[in-house]
């Protein structure tokens, strides 16, 4: 039984419960910058600062009243619409909800010991004319046979559950500017 404890006190809990952690927060700074590079990448335009907000634009007809001399007429215009790209786009933003952890060590001991003892003799008196003939023998045999058997079972299980995570306040507040940013322009207008 000593040995069992002292196999389990053996074990290093700081790879097999550490290491799987160490492995969450890795991909949970991983998952930021992926959301950092993807902000950089796709919304701007550009190096250092000289970079630039990269925009969508949308061109489109829109049909406006227009009054002249007193006279209410529908005039075609044409709207192009500046669409900050982030704004339409949703941002990476993953995020480890929670993690379980289960490790189960299983150590099995079992132990034989075989001992068996075996005696043999014989003996045999046999007479020819005028002489005694005796012979006699003996033999005496022990058998010791030992077995140890160890047998070690190691299962871990690691259960991560990411989700989607809202924006960060600051970045909720930037898209909202973005949102602002949206800008209509008309070209002239030309009557129907």
């Known amino acids: 039984m000593a040995n069992l404890v002292q196999e389990l006190n053996s074990l290093d809990f700081s790879v097999y419960i550490g290491g799987p952690m160490q492995a969450a927060i890795k991909a949970q700074h991983d998952a ?10 796709v919304g701007f335009e550009g190096e250092g600062a000289a970079s630039k ?4 634009d949308f061109v489109y007809k829109k049909s406006v009243p227009s009054t002249v001399q ?6 075609q215009s044409q709207v192009t619409l500046s669409v900050p790209l982030l704004s339409m786009l949703t ?9 379980t952890i289960d490790f189960n060590a ?3 001991s079992v132990e034989t010991q075989n001992i068996s003892s075996e005696f043999q003799g014989s003996a045999s008196l046999s007479a020819k004319f005028w002489k005694v003939k005796f012979n006699a023998s003996a033999s005496y045999k022990k058998t010791n046979s030992s ?3 160890t047998e070690k079972t190691y299962t871990l299980g690691v259960h ?3 989700v989607n995570d809202e924006l960060p306040a600051g970045l909720a507040r930037i898209m909202d500017m973005l949102e602002d940013a949206i800008v209509a322009t008309a070209a ?4 129907a």
Do not use: C, H, W
């Open 70 to 75: 007193g006279n209410e007429n529908l005039v």
């Open 147 to 149: 077995t140890s058997t």
């Open 160 to 162: 991560v559950k990411a």
């Open 91 to 99: 941002i990476p933003a993953l995020r480890i909800d929670e993690m």
């Open 188 to 191: 002239p207008a030309t009557p």
């Open 106 to 108: 299983k150590l099995n």
């Open 53 to 56: 907000l990269r925009y969508v």
């Open 32 to 41: 930021s910058m992926s959301q950092v590079n993807f902000i950089k990448e």
